[in-house]
Structure formats: C-alpha cells, structure tokens
C-alpha cells in the first residue's frame, strides 16, 4: 500500500462536492503568486484545508480579562438582619402557609380547588352577594382566583376532569354564581373530544343540574338564565349530548 501523506489522507475521507482534476503543484509552486485555473484555487484551498489544525487552543492573556470584568459573583449568603428587623420564625411560617395556599391546590384536594376557584368566603358562608373589600388590592383568597390562560393552560386532562367534577358537586348543593359559571366554562374549553368516561358523566350531570336551577329562577330576565343557558348549549350541542338539548321556542 502506498504511504500517503496525513493531509492527502484526511481529505480523502471527505465527500468531494466539486470535481478536482489532479493538478501538480509540487514543482514550482509559490503560495504567494495568484493560482491561474479554478483548478489550481480548488486544489489549493484543498491543501490549506488539510494543514489546518483539528484543535486550535486560543491564547488568552489573564490580566486583559481581568481588567475589563465587570461582574463581581458573591458565593454567600444573604447579609444578617440588622437588630429588631428580623422576622420571627412563627411569621415567616405564617407567610409560607399562606403562599402555598395561593398556589394550584393537588389535583386531589377537593376542598383546596374549590377554594382556589370561588374564594374562602363564598366556600364558607355560601353567598352570592358582590364581594367587598375593606383594603386596597383586591383579595383573591377570599374572592377566588378567576379562571386565568395562565392558570388553565398548565392543568392536564386529568386535573381538568376533577377540578369539574369538584365544582359540580358544589354546584349541586348550592346557587349558581358568576364565579362558578366563569369556571365551569373553562374548564369546559379544556375538555378534549372525545370525551373521556368520567368527563362524559360529569358534564351530562352539569347540564342535568343547570336545568334545575334554571326552573326556580323568577324572571327570564334573571342575569343567571343566559349562563346556565351557555352551559346546556354546550354540553348538549358542542358535546354531543344531543338529548339534553333546549327545543328551539
């Protein structure tokens, strides 16, 4: 086998793109003087190609990077409290209950998703009045969280499936709010077709208990009638559930 050189070798292991017909550049050969064919330009770019190193270590002079750094990287901790600003570890516990109360309840903590959803006091007093603040801000704990992209966005199939069943079971025992309608048709845009079992039982249930409530409202003029009317459209039509559909008048 004849002795090729390294350079030769390694561009012989490389796909050729374009076509180079054997050019002799050993006699007279003066990289300084312009090639005079493509050929000659190719076959020169070949061999420069293969004289280039495959690691090439850059040479970086310490003191000029260490003149122009601009950013000082503190590895320690955060300065101590000055004394008396230092909060008490029963308040800092305090904090971190209730923050951890504001985030997305598990998906099985029933009582924690129907507080996220329709706030601490309509959950415990049952009213359907307009909240009221006595401070600036407004109280989401106590009101509830409104039913965000932000929020919905993150919840899977899974936990779309209970936080609806969580709402319909409260539902089932209470008066319809524009809390729990705003929710309702959320989640109802989260469902994916088709439908799961559970989902398909729980959303029949929703329009079944719609057309309930819908029967002891006084006046069509009742604010609620629109809602639970939304919320039967779509189960029935959107859905599929065509035997719970509302007959045209």
């Known amino acids: ?4 050189p390294a350079e030769f070798a390694v561009e012989e292991l490389m796909p050729r793109l374009l076509p180079v017909e054997p050019c002799d550049l050993t006699e007279s050969f003066d990289p300084s003087v312009p090639p005079r064919t493509p050929q000659e330009y190719l076959r020169r770019v070949q061999i420069e190609a293969a004289r280039c190193p495959d690691v090439v270590v850059a040479q970086i002079d310490p003191k000029k990077l260490k003149r122009k750094q ?4 503190s590895l320690s901790g955060c300065q101590p ?5 230092s909060p008490t570890l029963q308040w800092q516990q305090q904090q971190v209950a209730q923050f951890s109360s504001v985030r997305h309840p598990k998906s099985e903590d029933e009582e924690g998703w129907k507080k996220f959803c329709l706030g601490e006091r309509l959950c415990a007093e049952g009213a359907v009045g307009p909240a009221t603040s006595e401070g600036p801000g407004i109280d989401y704990v106590q009101i509830g969280f409104p ?3 932000s929020i919905v966005s993150r ?7 209970s936080v609806l069943e969580y709402l319909s079971n409260w539902f089932g025992e ?3 709010t524009p809390e729990l309608g705003r929710w309702l048709y959320a989640l109802l845009a989260c469902l994916e077709k088709p439908l799961l079992p559970e989902a398909h039982s729980l959303i029949r249930q929703l329009a079944r208990r719609c057309s309930e409530v819908r029967l002891l409202v006084d006046s069509k003029d009742d604010e609620r009638v629109p809602a639970l009317n939304l919320l039967i459209c779509l189960v029935s039509r959107y859905f599929d559930q065509r035997d719970l559909a509302d007959e045209p008048s």
């Open 1 to 4: 086998m004849a002795w090729v």
């Open 81 to 85: 409290a000055p004394e008396g600003y």
């Open 147 to 149: 039913p965000l992209l």
């Open 70 to 73: 601009s950013v000082n990287v």
């Open 155 to 161: 919840m899977n199939q899974a936990t779309v499936t």
């Open 174 to 176: 209470r008066d319809f």
